[in-house]
């Protein structure tokens, strides 16, 4: 359980994405025991925020860890941290734009706004013997970096200017998920669908605004078969 914990708080702490990876793939079959899996998550999501103009999805790419921690035979809680997440709306309106303080530039081009977060699972999982699985629960997010993007091609050339409005979103979020998905039994690793709404509003000077997306996912233990490996030939050296 140290482990666990310290693991989750480097989340926290100013370590980037991919150093945080490269650990969890390092000590990946030093966490892995019987009644804990240890892995890689990650996928893409399609996301909006309520209450605004526009509804056009963003559909960036996550990337973190978990733990799967069985409780009793089938159940199991589902956390971690995706260390590189990222949800937000596309395509904004003018309305939104005015409603955002954004800078407007004269060449046509494409605003989206884009919110970085830390987002921590706290699911219950139910595992069936046909191994499809349901999980659901609380999510949590701490916000570290939002920006307005602006992108335009004009003669060929793509532009890409981020204006910071981190300032303007609030820094904690809190919603539910619930999602269904699949575990290949023999290669480990296991695919789903996640669907989750935000309860708290994403901006501070409008309530309604909420967090919305759906995240096609993948993850892969890391170290676990290493881990049983070991785990046997130790009993094997105490009998």
């Known amino acids: 359980m140290k482990k666990l914990l310290c693991l989750i ?36 999501n399609f996301s909006n925020i309520s209450d605004l103009d526009s509804a056009n999805n963003i559909a960036p790419f996550n990337l973190g860890f978990y733990f799967d921690i069985r409780v009793k035979e089938q159940w199991s809680i589902y956390t971690g941290v995706l260390v590189k997440a990222e949800l937000g709306v596309n395509k904004l309106t003018q309305n939104d734009l005015e409603f955002l303080q954004a800078r407007i530039f004269e060449e046509p081009g494409t605003y989206s706004q884009r919110i970085r977060y830390f987002l921590v699972p706290a699911l219950m999982k139910y595992s069936f013997d046909n191994n499809i699985f349901l999980e659901g629960g609380p999510m949590f997010g701490l916000r570290h970096k939002a920006w307005i993007e602006y992108r335009t091609d004009a003669d060929g050339f793509e532009s890409v200017i981020k204006q910071n409005n981190k300032d303007a979103i609030n820094a904690m979020e809190v ?16 695919v789903g669908l996640r669907i989750y709404h935000g309860l708290t509003n994403v901006y501070k000077d409008r309530s309604g605004t909420h967090n919305r997306a759906l995240f096609l996912r993948a993850n892969v233990p890391i170290g676990a078969g290493k881990a049983k490996k070991k785990q046997e030939q130790q009993k094997d050296s105490s009998s």
């Open 175 to 190: 919603g539910a998920a619930f999602g269904i998905g699949y575990r290949f039994k023999n290669k480990g690793w296991g």
């Open 9 to 44: 708080a480097l989340a926290g702490i100013s370590f980037s994405s991919h150093s945080q990876v490269l650990l969890s793939l390092i000590f990946g079959d030093k966490l892995n025991s019987d009644g804990l899996e240890f892995g890689l998550d990650g996928g893409v």
